[in-house]
């Protein structure tokens, strides 16, 4: 079973519309973190954001939001106003305590999203 | 800082030749992994290292794959033979672990063309 699923495979929105990638994820962990990071058609992986299993506080920055539910495992993540250069590869990813003092980070499959002018 | 640094960005070799890829993780970053991205199978965690010492290399695909972390700021990942199945580009990239988990930073990656 995949620990990370990132259902949407690719989407393509206008500009400055609004868009959420969705990510769920799962774990017997009670502590655990989740990130969210994005791969530009040059290829570097950028981190985005970091959240521990513990603050379900929204978090905004700028037109980026994230949305975390433990509810229903899920860690979504809507980009506001889209722009073209918000094309890109998306990533949830899901830290796990794993021993030794590590954790495993475990990525899902990705969400190509476009962005059309 | 200067970030995780891997070299070569880019390897061209032929199929049998041993491939050596190059990381230096963030200076005071205590856990290195290596992963593998293919289209087909998206991001991989192949091994990682937790101060020095190989935690978990069940990702490794095959005895091929190795791995050595000699010191707190360098590590290799080595093909030997290479086969075309191996084309991919692989990432690096460290965190600090500790009472938290900090981002994790990933180095720009080397393009692997096994011909």
């Known amino acids: 079973a995949q620990k990370v699923t990132q259902a949407q495979t690719e989407i393509s929105v206008v500009e400055k519309e609004d868009v959420t990638l969705d990510c769920v994820y799962e774990?017997?962990?009670?502590?655990?973190?989740l990130f969210w990071y994005k791969q530009p058609p040059s290829g570097e992986l950028v981190f985005l954001i970091r959240?521990?299993?513990?603050?379900?506080q929204n978090e905004i920055s700028g037109r980026y939001s994230w949305n975390f539910q433990k509810s229903t495992s899920s860690f979504n993540f809507t980009i506001t106003a889209s722009q073209v250069v918000d094309s890109a590869v998306y990533f949830c990813a899901l830290a796990e305590y794993s021993g030794a003092g590590s954790y495993q980070l475990t990525f899902g499959k990705g969400t190509k999203l476009s962005v059309i002018p | 800082d200067a970030g995780v640094i891997q070299s070569p960005r880019h390897e061209v070799t032929e199929m049998g030749q041993e491939v050596t890829l190059r990381c230096k993780p963030i200076s005071g970053h205590n856990s290195l992994f290596w992963y593998r991205q293919t289209m087909m199978r998206g991001l991989e965690l192949l091994i990682y290292f937790n101060n020095n010492v190989p935690i978990d290399d069940s990702g490794m695909p095959e005895d091929r794959f190795s791995a050595k972390m000699p010191n707190a700021s360098f590590s290799t990942l080595k093909i030997q033979p290479s086969e075309p199945r191996d084309s991919a580009v692989y990432f690096c990239?460290?965190?600090?672990?500790?009472?938290?988990?900090?981002?994790?930073?990933f180095g720009s990656g080397t393009r692997l063309t096994v011909v």
């Open positions: 959240r521990n299993s513990f603050d379900e």
């Open positions: 774990t017997r962990d009670t502590t655990y973190y």
């Open positions: 990239a460290s965190s600090l672990i500790g009472n938290r988990v900090d981002g994790y930073t």
